[in-house]
């Protein structure tokens, strides 16, 4: 943990804000008392498991559960003949449109198999053992398809078709004939001929980057109990307990009051734990055998039947003058989607040029469907691998031009008043400084070390949203209060939350008991996601706190018998004439002082927070077997304000770990018939903590205009710069450009011996 | 997981018969860091599980009286390094049982396990090839000793017939003048599976000239594999840089690897040069030291 404070741009002081008192969370967790998803244990629950697809593409002929439901001990089997009718069901989860048969088809399939690992059935009984057997008794006969498992060869002619009624939509407007493509985005702006005609200097160059997983430690897990009223009871591990509930009730046709999700602790997300899996089918093994029935799948699983996020083809062009000014960009992007459509071309899109001003450019976006799980999100959906392409591009034109790394982002660095090239302008921003606080950085200013070394810099983006959040809070007579949130706590948010509402209130951290509750005890909340959490709740947590502030006051002036209006408030004392009261003494006085103090707030802040952050890092590479080792690594962010340093801090340091084992080490290995060989954490290499050095943080702190305290999002971000980072620091050790993650010895062995011939 | 058995008998002899009951599948338990994955993936299948954690011979870990070393088939990899008789004399086995899994697979894995589980990957087996290790088998009809060279016969195969147990590990006594050293290539620095290795033994005599040569790679063929070629051009040549490069070179012609996702055939025979370098290099330092 660094106690660098971080780099203000405001003068605004804080009490709480700003401090690292202990995280409310901690006691339990460090206790193991913390109650995650695979410690619910209702009585009589049975054990329930999935029969998955060991083909990538498949019709399935026949299903025979038969055998299975005889055995002694199993209680119910589902397959998709179980779902209600979904056709052309659509429903709006908040985050886009999601086609209802799509996603019940993934969770258990139809009469397709789309991917090696595709659920197609599943058995609760009374053990697991019991039901391991009696998946294995269950028979399917396929006819294989020929399948497709790269995005390039989707799009070719001729190729294996998933979904033979799938249309590319290109402007709204859907195309003729079959296609693995789904979704065609365009934009432009200015002029892109006379953008080029204008450069000194054109760069074209093409990227590939692999399927890659989420990795959160915790698999997935679920318990369901569909009561004999019909009112179904879930307990699981999610990212949003109310779009669990949204796509169940929607997936099982229930009406949505029917449903409570209850969110236990989570162990990781990234993106990976917003679309069910279990939920649904835990549901109707539960309504099946009346009992409740938990779920859990093992690692293989998580792999192969959960969401990755999309291998990608991104093909960049950049034109510029001699003095490091861009003229002009073009970039083309194709994203996989997996098994069905509706993939994260869109934010890749978006971000390719979002650090730069662009006055011409054009940018073409695929969502292409291939045999692969379908695709989810993972932290800053899409724009790690456009920003992998976009900064070594960029990289390698500074290098071209003669011109610093730092200086060609400072020349064309966006800026409050610049547009993004898909529309939006930015409002106050903090790029500039980030690069500023990287120039002025010991890690950037001190020599490299020795021989194999190089360093290297890049940028990243990532919007950051707003949605929807509630809270609800309740003074107590000790001079506690209890604040109940529906955000499910994956990074500490229950502190930064629980921290904004005390520094309203005026009292300590401590004071604030933060509690995340189920579906039916509070207001809508969406998806802990976006990095929109401690920003958006925190925002719900300011207005609650105003409220409580009101209504105290109130109390004040009821117990002096005074107008509320002459009562002043500094921190935690409340003062009328010569009488004052601390918050504390207040609150013992509220038992005989009317109403009880209580509140509820809800927001729904629109439009992004726009994190930018800059990475640095030194590399050596091994000469004779290509292996690089991180030596060291910065990471610079503008947080807008970082309620609790340490956490903005963990956030920058777990994304830019994630985003080295992408760079380095980790992706989705397909043999020719197209099934992944390494669903495993011994052969999907994530990095050990052996495998990276300290990560260095500098907070720079530009506040955004749009929160009372000045938050930003700050958890997607830093996964965005790591491989344009260490790809340019590759370069700088070795004269190897890599364009393809991973990076991995091998294909970078390969590279070296190519360049020393 | 499947239903088993489960039997922890306290004799050779004992275990001996419950593995050769025809009545039962039967599979021997030692650390179990790879028999119990293979159960619970399905990969194996078993009606009884022979735990040989308590039989005293296998605990054994002793020099044995010419100066040689009996290592028990169920002696953990954590008890190897921490013995200084050991670390002096065998260091290229110690160099392999401080690197496989962690400190919590170390206090459990056997080099007996690692050896009868036969992964071409295996750490420990080129340590013992090199040092000319013998296993000792105990059997329905007694007793017998092979080379650890002619144990395993293909991956996660091994020359053992049903009833068979690994008693022990046998590695000669080493001359004065020599030295050994093991290196695997990973990816990442733990926890995980060699790419490709190489242990090395070289033996110096008294004007320092190279008299005796082993090396075997490992994880670049189905089995372990020596590298004929490369230590007969090392043997009546004093050692530099560029005989071990020479050396690394040949190695490299000794492997038979295949690609996947751990690595390309070409790279790995590329680090089959490099690693043989480097250990000849270690080795070569090691028997120096000694000599001085
Ligand atoms: C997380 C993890 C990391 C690992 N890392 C490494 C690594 O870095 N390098 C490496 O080489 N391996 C590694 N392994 C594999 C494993 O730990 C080793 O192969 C270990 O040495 C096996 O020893 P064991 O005592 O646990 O064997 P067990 O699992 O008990 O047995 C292995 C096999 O040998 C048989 N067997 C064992 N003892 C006898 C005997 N006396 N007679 C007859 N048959 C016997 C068993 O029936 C079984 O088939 C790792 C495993 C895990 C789980």
Known sequence: MSDISPISYSDKTFKVIGTRPVRHDGADKVTGRALYGADVQLPGALHGKVLRSPHAHARIKLIDTSIAEKIEGVYAVATGKDWPDLVDKIADLGEGAVHLKDLSENCLAVDKVLYKGHAIAAVAARDVHIAEAAIAAIRVDYELLPAVTSVLDAMKPGAPILHPGLKTETLGQPSQGPTNIDRHVHFETGDIAAGFAAADLILEREFETATVHQGYIEPQVSTALWNEDGQLKIWTSTQGSFTARHQTAELLQLPISKVTVTPCEIGGGFGGKIAVYLEPVAAILSRKSGRAVKMTMQRDEVFEGTGPTPASFIRVKLGATKDGKLTAGQAYLAYESGAFPGGVIGPGTMCIFSCVELPNAVVDGYDVCVNKPKTQAYRAPGATQAAFAFESTFNELAEQLQIDPIAIRRINGVKEGSRRVDGPVYPRIGYLECLEAAQNSSHWNSPLEGPNQGRGIAAGYWFNIGLKSSVSASVNPDGTVNLLEGSTDIGGTRTSIAMQLAETLGIPAADVLPKVVDTDSIGYTDVTGGSRTTFATGMAAHKVGLKLLEQLTARAAFLWDCDPAEVKVDGDLYRWRDQQLTFKQLAEKLPSAGDPVVGHASVSPEGPTNGFGVHIVDVEVDPDTAKVKILRYTAIQDAGKAIHPSYVEGQMQGGAVQGIGWALNEEYFYGDDHKMRNASLLDYRIPTCLDVPMIDTIIVEVPNPNHPFGVRGVGETPIVPPPGAIADAIFQATGVRATRLPISPPRLWKAMSQLAK | ?292
């Open chain 2, 1 to 292: 997981m499947q239903d088993f058995d489960y039997a922890a008998p306290i004799s050779t002899h004992e275990a001996v018969q419950l593995l050769a009951d025809p009545g039962h599948k039967a599979v021997v338990l030692a650390g179990g860091t790879d028999i119990l994955v293979l159960l619970r993936e399905r990969r194996r299948r078993a009606t009884l599980v022979v735990d040989v954690k308590k039989i005293a011979e296998l605990n054994e870990l002793a020099m044995t009286a010419d100066g040689g070393l009996f290592l028990g088939a169920a002696v953990p990899c954590s008890r190897i390094y921490r013995e200084a008789a050991i670390t002096e004399k065998y260091a290229a086995l110690v160099d392999a049982t401080k690197i496989i899994g962690g400190w919590q697979i170390q206090s459990r894995a056997t080099v007996g396990g690692n050896l009868c589980n036969a992964s071409p990957a295996a750490d420990s087996i080129p340590p013992l090839a090199i040092y000319d290790a013998v296993a000792e088998i105990a059997g329905p009809n007694g007793r017998r000793q092979m080379p650890v060279a002619d144990f395993c016969s293909g991956v996660g195969k091994n020359v053992m017939a049903r009833g068979d147990l690994l008693v022990a590990i046998i590695l000669p006594p080493i001359e004065a003048r020599s030295g050994a050293a093991f290196q695997r290539f990973i990816p990442r620095n733990e926890m995980d599976i060699a790419v490709a290795s190489a242990a090395s033994l070289v033996e110096l005599d008294d004007q320092g000239i190279i008299c005796k040569a082993r090396i075997v790679l490992g994880a670049v063929a189905t089995t372990a594999v020596r590298a004929s070629h490369a230590e007969e051009a090392l043997v009546g040549q004093p050692p530099s840089d560029e005989l071990f490069a020479q050396a690394g070179a040949l190695a490299e012609r000794s492997a038979r690897p295949i690609d996947d996702m751990r690595g390309t055939i070409e790279y790995r025979k590329h680090l089959c040069g490099v690693l043989t370098r480097r250990t000849l290099a270690i080795a070569v330092e090691r028997a120096q030291s000694k000599t001085q």
